[in-house]
Every structure is written in C-alpha cells, then in structure tokens.
C-alpha cells in the first residue's frame, strides 16, 4: 500500500498563491502517474492536473490552464501543485493520487492522499 500525505493548504485571498505539496512512501513512486483532484463543498470531486514519471508530460483541467503548474522531483518522492492566480471557485479540498495508467477521472487512480482544505476569499 502507498501513504500519500497532502500539505500546503490554507486561506488565502483571491488573486494570491499556494504551493501544495504530496509525499510518498515507498520505492515504486518514480512507476506511477500522479495526479491532483479536488472537491469543492457539496460538488462531486473533480481531475485538476496529471503527470507523468518523467515529468515531461502534463494535462490539466481547462479551468486551472495558465495558472496551476504540477510538478514532481522523484528523488525526494513528493509531486507539487503550484496555484497561482487563485479564485473564490478554486476553494475545495484538494487531494493527491497515484495511477500506473494516464488518466483523467478519479476511478483510474488506486491511492489517495488524506487531503488539504484550500480556502480562497474574495
């Protein structure tokens, strides 16, 4: 089983940045997709952004393109979420994930983080 272990959430005021952080157990990490989701109050959870072991391919949900950037540093078994931009509709609990495959939906990824509250004021 992998431990996913989200930080960096918090209230933050719109047009303000976050850096979200998720760390990893295990020596497979580098063989999985990561990925973030998130889930706003009363709202079903939905794909942020994916990325792959190399880094060198991304996706993202069009409502976050141009200011969320997702990252990961394998060495250190941690994959990040850089927010920036922030508005009032990014606030949900955000969550990170692994898959072995890509994907964009919540049902391809078999370990999930416990997640982190992102709050974004007007």
């Known amino acids: 089983q992998v431990q996913l272990v989200e930080s960096g959430g918090g209230l933050v005021q719109a047009g303000g940045s976050l850096r979200l952080s998720c760390a990893a157990s295990?020596?497979?990490?580098?063989?999985?997709?990561m990925g973030w989701f998130r889930q706003p109050p009363g709202k079903e959870r939905e794909f942020v952004a994916t990325?792959?072991?190399?880094?060198?391919?991304?996706s993202y949900a069009g409502s976050v393109k141009g200011r969320f950037t997702i990252s990961r540093d394998n060495a250190k078994n941690t994959v990040y979420l850089q927010m920036n931009s922030l508005k009032p509709e990014d606030t949900a609990v955000y969550y990170c994930?692994?898959?072995?495959?890509?994907?964009?939906?919540?049902?391809?990824?078999?370990?999930w983080g416990q997640g982190t509250q992102v709050t974004v004021s007007s």
């Open positions: 990325i792959n072991w190399s880094g060198g391919v991304t």
């Open positions: 994930a692994t898959s072995l495959v890509y994907g964009t939906t919540a049902i391809q990824y078999n370990y």
């Open positions: 295990g020596r497979t990490f580098s063989n999985y997709f």
